[in-house]
């Protein structure tokens, strides 16, 4: 793992590119709703029991690496956009769409609340973690 000198982020390849901001995670979330913060909170509290798992604040999102960039959370309006890998099209009913990305797919949940941030979605994320590790 390489980490950025200038924005510290964690990073599978040396030197990699990337659009280096010094970002803090809170900055991601002014302006949005109490709900959404305690989303985001549940899901991180979840995801950082696995390790290793670090996390860093890009220019719009919120980005989980343990080998790799395994899941990225992007504060929308009203939810949070929620994506992680899979070298599968998973079908499931918590996944909002899929999109091709190289050789493997993007999943993405959707959570406008805590209490949506449910086993079923975890076991995904976990798939998602997991698939990373590789």
């Known amino acids: ?3 950025c000198p200038r ?9 990699q590119s990337h659009s280096c901001e010094k970002k803090d995670i ?13 989303a985001f ?14 996390v860093g604040a890009a220019k719009h999102a919120v980005v989980f690496t343990n080998k ?3 899941l990225i959370i992007k504060p929308m309006t009203k939810e949070l956009d929620v994506k992680f890998y899979y070298p599968e099209r998973l079908e499931n009913d918590e996944l909002k769409k ?9 999943h993405h949940i959707r959570i406008k609340n805590e209490f949506e941030v449910n086993d079923e979605v975890m076991r995904l994320l976990k798939l998602g973690y997991d698939y990373a590790m590789e």
Do not use: H, I, Y
């Not at 510290?8 to 040396?14: L, W």
């Not at 909170?41 to 670090?54: A, G, I, K």
């Open 1 to 3: 793992m390489w980490t």
């Open 7 to 15: 924005c510290k982020r964690k990073f599978k390849t040396r030197n």
């Open 26 to 38: 809170g900055e991601l979330f002014l302006d949005k709703s109490d709900e959404l913060v305690l």
């Open 41 to 54: 909170d549940e899901v991180m509290n979840r995801v950082m029991e696995w390790q290793p798992n670090s």
């Open 68 to 70: 790799k960039a395994w």
């Open 98 to 106: 899929v999109t091709s990305f190289g050789k493997k797919f993007a």
